[in-house]
């Protein structure tokens, strides 16, 4: 499978993904994500505190998902250089109210330089949670990634994995033929060096996010039967589990409107919407940074190419502390896939 | 096509009050209560219900409790299995009727 900007498809270009979310939302503008936030108050949405900088080191990846909100896949060439990633830990040696640094992609291994950007980030903060997106599979794509757990776990990496179901049939189907037995052996390999160990220190947390249009199940419900079928068909041990809602752009979007289900499920995410969650979306106290060195809300805003909207500064040359904390968060019709239900965040549910 | 189903009317089943209100609010009032969490958790309620929709065969419920129960965290397998059940109540309802039929064989039988 060739990524939507490989298959030269009209969805990889993000003004054609917008005009969807805008031109054919469920209720039109009246119902739009601003009005939402406008009924209750929250409109224009400020940022609280900078605590979470993620950043996303390019859009290669070994594998190429379905729902991939970054249409990450082998045939992606963008990729973060030392420059930008030098950039990066300057703002993460200033900015002292930043808890967490949290490194994404495509397969952020795969970026030449990736070791050295987390030894650095370690070296510069040794206190900070630093988290790395890992796919499982990019462990076993290749002899020179085979220690990377011993790797996460001499620089106190936590590692965030996905795994949208214990069973073949649905990981597959989302992510690949094969995925899941790649990815049981993945989470051996990093169980053995401690990693998920009731009192070893190392956490690994895996992501579930639904192989279809509907909407996650409710988390701790879904983890327990997560924890426990692991264990007793493979064996395998992790910390938590993240239930993430599936954003509509970009290879999900694609799904949806392939699929007849793009109405259904804007108007799931419309009918399921939540104040509370709204209160509490993750792009309040993460700043996204490209692998250009772009600055966005979060992850699908980059991925949209929504720059932050501070006057000052859109890139991480300009870092403009001030200016990003009083910025208007830019938002669209996609948000209502961060507030439905128990809300939705890189960390999973926000309720 | 003309048919007595459509998809588009599961959306509709909320303004069933427009005709009779009280009865309506009564109905809604008593179906959450009943699928909220209880001495069955929402999930085991969402399987039952996804059986029983098959014993009814009714296509709105089929709709409707096929999502839910994915969104309850139910796999293919478990909702499957739900399903089988529906099936073998209602083949054992009609194979367990068979011994009237035996009796009434060896009643009017020499
Ligand atoms: S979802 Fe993750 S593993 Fe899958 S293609 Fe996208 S970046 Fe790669
Ligand atoms: S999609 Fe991004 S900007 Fe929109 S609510 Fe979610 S985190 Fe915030």
Known sequence: ?351 | MKTYYNPEDLKKFGTIGELQKSMADKFFAYYSEVFAEGALTAREKSLIALAVAHALQCPYCIDAYTTDTLEKGCDEEQMMEAVHVAAAIRGGASLVHSTQMMSKIKEISM
Not at chain 1, 84 to 109: F, H, S
Not at chain 1, 322 to 348: E, K, M
């Open chain 1, 1 to 351: 499978m060739k990524s939507l900007k490989a298959q030269l498809h009209s969805l990889s270009d993000p003004k054609v993904e917008i005009d969807v979310l805008e031109q054919r939302h469920p209720g039109g503008s009246e119902n739009d994500f601003q009005s939402y936030l406008e009924r209750i108050g929250l409109f224009p949405l400020r940022p609280t505190s900078l605590e979470i900088f993620q950043v996303n080191v390019g859009k290669m990846c070994n594998q190429t998902c379905k729902h991939c909100h970054v249409d990450a896949g082998p045939d992606r060439k963008e990729i973060m250089d030392r420059d930008t990633m030098a950039l990066c830990l300057e703002v993460i040696r200033r900015e002292q109210t930043l808890n967490c640094v949290d490194i994404t992609g495509g397969a952020p291994e795969m970026n030449p330089d990736f070791r050295w950007f987390v030894t650095e980030i370690r070296t510069i903060r040794p206190e900070i949670k630093l988290i790395v997106r890992c796919n499982l599979t990019i462990i076993l794509a290749n002899p020179k990634f085979y220690d990377l757990p011993q790797f996460f776990k001499e620089n106190g990496v936590e590692v965030v994995s996905s795994l949208p179901y214990f069973t073949a049939i649905r990981t597959d189907s989302q992510r690949g033929d094969g995925v899941f037995g790649k990815s049981l052996e993945a989470l051996k390999m990093l169980n053995a060096v401690g990693y998920g160990v009731e009192g070893s220190g190392l956490i690994l947390n895996l992501v579930y996010n639904p192989s279809g249009a509907f909407l996650p199940a409710s988390q701790t419900g879904l983890e327990n039967e997560f924890k426990k079928k692991l264990w007793e068909r493979f064996r395998v041990m992790f910390n938590s589990l993240f239930t993430i809602t599936n954003i509509p752009i970009s290879r999900f979007l694609d799904y949806l409107i392939n699929s007849g289900n793009y109405e259904n499920y804007m108007e799931k995410l419309l009918a399921s919407f939540n104040p509370a969650a709204a209160a509490g979306v993750m792009c309040r106290n993460t700043i996204s940074v490209g692998w250009d060195g772009f600055l966005y809300d979060c992850d699908f805003n980059q991925m949209l190419e929504l720059k932050v909207a501070a006057p000052s500064t859109t890139h991480l040359r300009v870092w403009d502390t001030d200016g990003l904390s009083s910025r208007p968060i830019v938002i669209n019709n996609h948000c209502f896939g961060c507030t439905a239900g128990a809300g939705s965040s890189c960390g999973g549910a926000t309720l």
